[in-house]
Nanobody, 119 residues
Framework: HVQPVESGGDSVQAGGSLRLSCVVP????????LGWFRQAPGKEREEIAV??????RYRDIAKGRFVIFKDYRKETLYLQMNGLKPEDTAMYYC??????????????WGQGTQVTVSL
């Protein structure tokens, strides 16, 4: 069992950058899936990027702008976001799975961190 804890959300102007953090104590070395998701008001939750022992996958919304990576010493999963756009405004969530990313099943979710991008 793991309880992801996100941080790093903020209000920024379009074109800016943010780095989101997700502490996953005791779970950073997992071979299974860790991922970032987001949900904007009135919209469904969507996957941004996921990583496991076999693969790193980005959705189209993230390709070329966002990078998912781990810091093993800090037991933290990160999402580096560059070139932010107003449509990136959402609550961002970190999730951990007990399976590989291909399963798309995530058992553990954080509380979220808010990202707001203004013109």
């Amino acid at each position: 069992h793991v309880q992801p804890v996100e941080s790093g959300g903020d209000s920024v102007q379009a074109g800016g950058s943010l780095r989101l953090s997700c502490v996953v104590p005791g779970y950073i070395y997992t071979k299974f899936c860790l991922g970032w998701f987001r949900q904007a008001p009135g919209k469904e939750r969507e996957e941004i990027a996921v990583i496991d022992a076999d693969t790193t996958r980005y959705r189209d919304i993230a390709k070329g702008r966002f990078v998912i990576f781990k810091d093993y010493r800090k037991e933290t999963l990160y999402l580096q976001m560059n070139g932010l756009k107003p449509e990136d405004t959402a609550m961002y969530y970190c999730a951990a799975s007990e399976e590989y990313c291909a399963s798309r099943q995530f058992a553990y979710w954080g509380q979220g961190t808010q990202v707001t991008v203004s013109l």
